[in-house]
């Protein structure tokens, strides 16, 4: 595919607002990855790096291997990412602990614009499809209401989180960043990305590198041969992950961390009246709106990109 520099800017900025849904644990990368139309050619790109890569590199040279990997696509996406991650770390960090029903209405938004984006390229409707769905929604639903690990900073454990986070963040649906708090690895992550901490970073993207290089061949595999029952369920494990990002918690277990700092364990979602305090509907429902109408903007935006080509 021959691409302009205006193409590579483009994907840099779908790649920024892949890093902010990432950095959200319970929004997924992949989620806007989809919506915005770089979803397959990421998983396929992904999925060519391997020995045939290497073989290229070494018969052929750099230029064939970096034509075989798609590395252009690559370093545009990873740098909107990179910067998007690293500049909103702190900001996010501050507003999920200060504006938590803000942030959790416009991420609400997003998703329930994503069902909808999702179910209309859902193209044939059956029973296996409906079954699939279930048991998604299920399995998504049941995965928010885990509680969270106890926190761990090893090395080898964060290499092993790297892993897991990567192929929730690849997935429309349920966060990388939520795997980590559920892992109880998120505040070291965010923290470590925060303070520049090298080390970890560099063990947590070990991780994230041998578990997308394991997991993008079976995402291929599952939308070259089941690419309907595969969004279909997609959409229903985004459905089943709305209980993660609704606004209006009530904690249920709490935990004392190595700071004396109190820290929510488990919680439950609960209607805005039964919210202790001043349950600010209107604002949810307003940054709910904003988050519904930005990503179905985008969905347009990016139907008319792929028209024009």
């Excluded at 990432?22 to 915005?36: C, E, L, Q, R």
């Excluded at 859902?122 to 885990?146: D, H, N, P, Q, R």
Aim: glycine residues 10%; contains cysteine.
């Amino acid at each position: 595919m021959q691409r302009n520099f205006f193409d590579y800017i483009l994907i840099s900025l779908k790649g920024m607002a892949m890093g902010a849904a990432d950095v959200v644990p319970g929004v997924s990368g992949g989620t806007i990855a989809f919506i915005s139309g770089i979803y397959e050619e990421l998983i396929d790109s992904i999925s060519k790096i391997n020995l045939e890569a290497l073989k290229i590199l070494r018969k052929e040279g750099f230029a064939s291997f970096w034509k075989h990997i798609n590395g252009s696509f690559f370093i545009a996406l990873f740098l909107g990412i990179g910067i998007s991650v690293f500049s909103l770390a702190k900001g996010i960090k501050w507003l999920l602990a200060n504006e938590p029903i803000s942030v959790w209405s416009f991420f609400f938004g997003l998703m329930v614009a994503c069902i909808l984006f999702l179910a209309k390229s859902v193209e044939k409707w059956s029973l296996a499809t409906i079954l699939v769905m279930i048991v998604s929604f299920l399995a998504a639903y049941g995965i928010t209401t885990l509680p969270p690990l106890g926190s761990h900073d090893g090395l080898i454990f964060l290499f092993f989180a790297g892993a897991l986070a990567i192929c929730a963040m690849i997935l429309p649906g349920i966060s990388g960043a939520f795997i980590l708090v559920l892992l109880g690895a998120y505040d070291t992550v965010l923290t470590a990305v925060d303070e520049k901490n090298i080390k970890v970073l560099a063990v947590v993207a070990a991780g994230a590198v041998f578990g997308i290089l394991s997991f993008s061949k079976i995402l291929k595999w599952l939308f070259e041969y089941h690419r309907n029952l595969t969004i279909a369920s997609l959409t229903a494990f985004i459905v089943g992950s709305l209980n993660k990002v609704w606004p209006w918690k009530e904690v249920i277990s709490t935990k004392v961390d190595a700071h004396g700092k109190v820290i929510p364990l488990l919680e439950k979602s609960v209607l805005p009246g039964s919210y202790d305090g001043n349950p600010q509907v209107i604002l949810a429902i307003v940054m709910a709106l904003a988050g519904f109408f930005l990503l179905y903007g985008i969905e347009k935006w990016a139907g008319k990109l792929k028209t024009n080509q």
